[in-house]
């Protein structure tokens, strides 16, 4: 540790005697200064200790040391001393009482001891503590280094938390917590996840101090990686500042992880030129020479049902959006433990993810989020899924999430999944402007028509469509009689110009008229 006042009033070759201030001498000493300056405040930076002769003070004047003192303590001087036998044979009274009421330890010096030997005192007691903390930040590099090699991440995060009395955690590139240490603090350091979101969001590498959970510590958090998005992130939690010792094995600490996480994305990016031979092949219809080219790599992934999803970022914020749906999806898996294949293409990024898995439902979620926050302006990400298939359908399963993507990009959504476009209702496909145009174009005559008063054209032909064409049953829905409903039908065909007894016609004018029903409400 630092030297601090007590240990000077202890050296034995000082021979300092403490006046007053006695419950301060804990304070530790940043550097000895001599000053006669009548106000040195403006030289001081804290934590000095001021050694004077008081030459241009008038230390019997009660009322300017009151002054000088309070000035002192203002600037951060954790120490007074007074060299006695040069102009004042005994510290006045008037500093004495100054320093008690202040407390700012005040220690005599005598005669025979020079400023200069408290000076070398200070500073050899400086380099010491420094020298202790460099070989003690070697030592614990070194053991950090130990356990990255044989324990991985795991190891090294036990080590940093054995270093700085305090605990560790690492985060994945979504923000998710990978490992802590000790065990238990993992609920703590799963609390700070909005804290390193925010810190994702500013360029690598960027730190931060932020409170720890209920103020129980005070946390760290450093950004792991050198491209311009981190890749993970470090919490260091304790009970009070990191010393010199501690801050070289967090140093240490970030260097490691942020290797073994470059190593990681080198390997990353072997895998993924793998994943698209795995892919162009499933593509092409060999799902055998896909397998034997992923061998282990994908484990089971290419034996079970899975699902291709296929997305697109556009815009400024295009490829930072591909990015982000990659790293949620392979942080999924990762926690997990499930084989994800993720192959970018440009301005495209194909997933093929086991189904029901978590990396699915992290995408599912993740776009979720982003419809729910995105802007009127925002279109960086659209997504389409496909249904759950096979290695010998996925060229099927590819084309699938093509159209959910193509039918995204058209209802203005985030992610359409192929089978939400079988089921239920055909009516969101008509939310179309080339569809509402063809239907206002085609019912127009008979919107104007009705628009005269001379009867209820589009209502009727409703009810008929609707009725399958039974003349009673629609002339009741509509409380007319039949004969009145048959010749409304002829006028339709008049003005149209085309035969209700075509299927195609009544087929085209049941659509039209449900485009411009969805479009009016």
């Known amino acids: 540790m630092p030297p601090t006042l007590a240990s000077l009033v202890h050296h034995s070759a000082l021979k300092l005697t403490v006046r007053a201030g006695e419950d301060r001498l804990d304070a530790p000493v940043r550097w000895a200064h001599a000053s006669e300056l009548a106000d040195p405040v403006p030289y001081m930076e804290g934590g ?123 985060y994945d590139a979504s923000g998710a917590v990978v490992a802590t240490a000790p065990d238990w603090a993992v609920r703590r350091a799963a609390r700070l996840t909005p804290d390193v979101t925010r810190l994702r969001e500013r360029p690598a590498p960027a730190s931060s101090v932020v409170a720890g959970p209920e103020n129980e510590d005070r946390v760290e958090l450093h950004s792991l990686g050198t491209g311009r998005r981190p890749r993970a992130a470090l919490a260091v939690g304790t009970a009070a500042p990191l010393g010199t010792a501690e801050r070289y094995a967090v140093h240490s600490a970030i260097a490691l992880l942020t290797l073994t996480t470059e190593r990681s994305r080198s390997l990353h990016a072997a895998e993924q030129r793998i994943g698209a031979a795995v892919l162009r092949m499933l593509l092409a219809g060999e799902p055998d020479h896909a397998r034997a080219v992923a061998g282990d790599l994908y484990g089971g992934l290419l034996d079970a049902p899975f699902r291709i999803i296929v997305a697109v970022g556009s815009g400024e914020a295009g ?69 759950p298939a096979g290695p010998i359908a996925a060229s099927a399963a590819y084309k699938q999430a093509e159209q959910a993507l193509s039918v995204a990009r058209r209802r203005g959504r985030i992610l359409v999944e192929h089978e939400h476009m079988a089921a239920g209702s055909v009516l969101p496909l008509l939310a179309d402007d080339a569809v509402r145009a063809f239907a206002d174009g085609l019912l127009r005559a008979l919107h104007e028509h009705d628009a005269t008063g001379r009867g209820d054209l589009v209502a009727s032909l409703r009810a008929w469509l609707s009725r399958h064409g039974q003349w009673d049953a629609a002339a009741a829905e509509l409380g007319v009689h039949r004969h009145t409903l048959r010749y409304r039908m002829r006028r339709v065909e008049e003005i149209l110009g085309r035969s209700l007894d075509d299927p195609d016609v009544r087929m085209e004018l049941w659509l039209a008229l449900k485009a411009t029903a969805s479009e009016n409400g």
């Open 319 to 387: 490829g930072e959006a591909l990015g982000t749906l990659a790293e949620t999806a392979e942080a999924a898996a990762a926690r997990s433990g499930e084989a994800v294949l993720i192959v970018p293409e440009g301005d495209r990024l194909v997933v093929l993810a086991a189904d029901g898995g978590a990396a699915v439902a992290a995408c599912c979620d993740h776009a979720a989020a982003r419809e729910a926050a995105r802007k009127a302006d925002d279109d960086g990400l659209v997504i389409g899924m496909s249904a």
């Open 48 to 170: 000095e200790l001021l050694l004077i002769t008081a030459l241009k003070l008038d230390a019997e004047d009660r009322e300017a040391m009151r002054r000088y003192v309070k000035r002192l303590v203002g600037a951060g001087v954790v120490g007074l001393g007074f060299a006695v036998g040069v102009h004042y044979e005994d510290i006045p009274d008037a500093l004495v009482d100054a320093a008690r009421e202040e407390g700012l330890p005040l220690l005599e010096v005598p005669r025979r001891t020079p400023f200069l030997a408290i000076s070398k005192a200070v500073s050899a007691a400086i380099a010491a503590d420094q020298y202790r903390a460099v070989t003690a930040g070697f030592a614990a590099q070194r053991e950090l280094t130990k356990q990255t090699l044989t324990a991985g991440p795991e190891g090294l995060l036990a080590a940093l938390a054995g270093q700085v009395d305090g605990w560790a955690a690492l």
